[in-house]
């Protein structure tokens, strides 16, 4: 104790105080008691100061016992703690021997706590415990005097369970020396979830890289610098992912064609303030500088309404453009075909069972073979714009085709709808849609034609004269009946003859000469002599025309018997002949018979 003198500011009165300081366990200091005095210190220096240590050792002992009673309540409290933990708790000593465990610990190991304090760690280890053990306090007390490991441990049944174990120092504080405290945390069902987790992130990584594309995670700053890229990157624009990855050598909007950039962004940034997702198909430029078409699907990814991403997915479009460009042009080129085309095309949609045919398309061909015009019969059944249509058969042939789906041609026939007259070739089937196509075409100048030359043909197979077509070589091309009946022979075998087998009047040099006489004189007739099959050989008349057709020459040659002829020319010469001489006898006979009067009279 000690006192303490003060004097205020006036000076008029003196104070004195005696103070003791206030001690705890320990040597702490927890405080000082003061004591103030009146008057002369003299007086109460001894009883003051006594009585002011005995007040000091009164709250001393007071602020002891508070302590303790917090203490016993803290330790208290973290005893339930420890003991209602879900977590496997065990005290230990240095040498691994087990001083205290918690429910949960022997809970999980499927133990008594009697059972289990006492008992080494070492006993509900996998493994080497002793090493296990060794490597653990090495770590503890060389280290930073905690350890987290992942340890196998056994069970009381035998089973095996993954735990998670977390170990440090704990000093005693009564020199009792020192012990490892340790938490022991079963995560059995966390690692069936990690290998879940790993299985699916491997399934992930299989579907991503198996996938004609590339999946794509971009930040929203700056560049939009690339968080994750799929392994499709390689393939799809030539870089490898590490390439990408915050744009260190290229980035994502670097590999977007410049002219379809700014149309790219616009629709990202529209669906992006939306918050929907977009679709865009666009051009990239990969790395060896090919152009490829793409098609990307992507959305936006938010924190408290604020795009923090955009993810997506990008995949490789180009043959399918490509496609779509040859079938926009296979379809203009069909369509100029359908068009411009001679024959009349109509596609019909069929509805009910292949009963009723509707026009779909009727192109300009068969607006101008039927005199209607397209606009007018588009929509409409067959048999309201042709009545007539189901007496030519046409209409059978539609639904058959429509069932069977063999194409069918129907013979060439004689269209007669009233207003118009014409022969028709008509050919049908049916497309993979189902619908039917019908391509027609007016034959009716062929039919004529055919019709002409058949007449034709017919008059000169009947014709009395023979005729024969021959090549510059001499060989026979073609001959009419009147040529197989003139020389006795089948047509076949008059084929197989040459012009110098029916007559001795040619030979090949001369032959030559007539018929480049005759390319220049077109035709020539003359007098000769042919020989028929049977030997015999007939005065005939020859009338020969030079004809060209499609690049080939031939000799077409009229040849007239004039066997006849000439037999009457012959009888008619003889009765010429005769009458002639019977003329000169009768003239002879008169003039005797004038001359004798006359000598009559003249010896009268």
């Given at each position: ?428 089937y049916r497309l993979p849609s189902g619908e039917i196509v019908c391509v027609f075409d007016d034959v009716t100048e062929q039919i004529q ?156």
């Amino acid at each position: 104790a000690t006192t303490v003198r003060g004097e205020d500011a006036l000076g008029r009165w003196k104070r004195a105080a005696a103070a003791a300081t206030v001690s705890v366990k320990g040597g702490r200091l927890a405080g000082v008691v003061t004591h103030a005095l009146r008057g002369d210190r003299r007086g109460w220096m001894a009883e003051e100061r006594a009585f002011v240590r005995r007040v000091a050792d009164q709250v001393a002992h007071l602020l002891e016992r508070i302590e303790r009673e917090k203490a016993e309540k803290d330790l208290a409290l973290l005893q339930a703690t420890v003991e209602q933990s879900p977590t496997g708790m065990v005290i230990a000593n240095e040498g691994g021997t087990i001083t205290y465990c918690n429910k949960a610990f022997a809970s999980q190991l499927g133990y008594s706590r009697h059972e289990i304090v006492g008992e080494s760690v070492g006993k509900f280890l996998v493994g080497d415990p002793d090493k296990i053990i060794k490597e653990f306090n090495d770590e503890l007390l060389h280290g930073e005097g905690i350890v987290l490991a992942e340890l196998q441990h056994r069970r009381r049944d035998g089973t095996v369970f993954p735990a998670l174990v977390n170990a440090g120092i704990v000093e005693a504080g009564n020199g009792d020396g020192r012990y490892v405290a340790v938490s022991l945390t079963d995560i059995t069902e966390r690692k069936s979830w990690g290998e879940v987790l790993k299985e699916e992130r491997r399934r992930l990584s299989t579907l991503l890289s198996s996938l004609p594309g590339m999946a794509f995670r971009i930040r929203n700053e700056e560049g939009w610098p690339v968080e994750f890229i799929s392994e499709g990157c390689v393939d799809l624009i030539g870089w490898q992912p590490e390439d990408i990855i915050e744009n260190r050598l290229v980035s994502h909007a670097e590999c977007v064609h410049p002219d379809d950039l700014d149309r790219v962004f616009k629709i990202m940034q529209t669906a992006f303030a939306d918050k929907e997702p977009y679709e865009v198909e666009y051009r990239i430029i990969d790395a060896e500088g090919t152009i490829k078409w793409v098609w990307e699907q992507g959305l936006g990814v938010y924190e408290k309404d604020e795009l923090v991403a955009a993810e997506g997915f990008v995949c490789d479009i180009t043959d399918r453009v490509m496609a779509n460009e040859a079938l926009r042009e296979g379809e203009t080129r069909y369509r100029e075909l359908f068009d411009n085309m001679n024959s009349g095309v109509s596609v019909f949609q069929v509805r009910g069972e292949g009963e009723r045919f509707y026009f779909k398309e009727y192109n300009k061909a068969g607006e101008r073979l039927d005199s209607v015009a397209g606009d007018t019969v588009i929509g409409r059944e067959v048999r309201d714009v042709f009545p007539g249509v189901s007496d030519t058969g046409l209409l059978e042939v539609f639904q058959r085709v429509w069932r069977t789906g063999d194409p069918e041609g129907l013979p060439v026939m004689l269209y007669d709808q009233g207003r118009l007259t014409s022969w028709r070739e008509n050919y049908v089937y049916r497309l993979p849609s189902g619908e039917i196509v019908c391509v027609f075409d007016d034959v009716t100048e062929q039919i004529q034609a055919q019709q002409a030359l058949r007449l034709k043909q017919l008059s000169i197979d009947q014709a009395n004269d023979a005729m024969i077509w021959t090549l510059p070589s001499g060989v026979l091309f073609d001959a009419n009946e009147g040529a197989c009946e003139l020389y006795g022979y089948t047509s076949r075998e008059l084929l197989e003859k040459t012009i110098f087998d029916l007559t001795t009047s040619y030979t090949p040099d001369s032959w030559s000469r007539r018929w480049e006489q005759l390319r220049t004189t077109r035709a020539m007739r003359a007098e000769s002599w042919h020989q028929r099959s049977d030997g015999r050989v007939i005065p005939v008349e020859v009338s020969t025309h030079f004809l060209e057709l499609e690049g080939q020459e031939f000799h077409c040659t009229i040849v007239r018997d004039l066997t006849d002829q000439k037999r009457h020319e012959a009888e008619i010469q003889r009765m010429n002949e005769m009458l002639e001489q019977r003329v000169q006898e009768r003239t002879g006979e008169l003039q005797e018979s004038q001359d004798q009067p006359m000598q009559s009279e003249k010896m009268a």
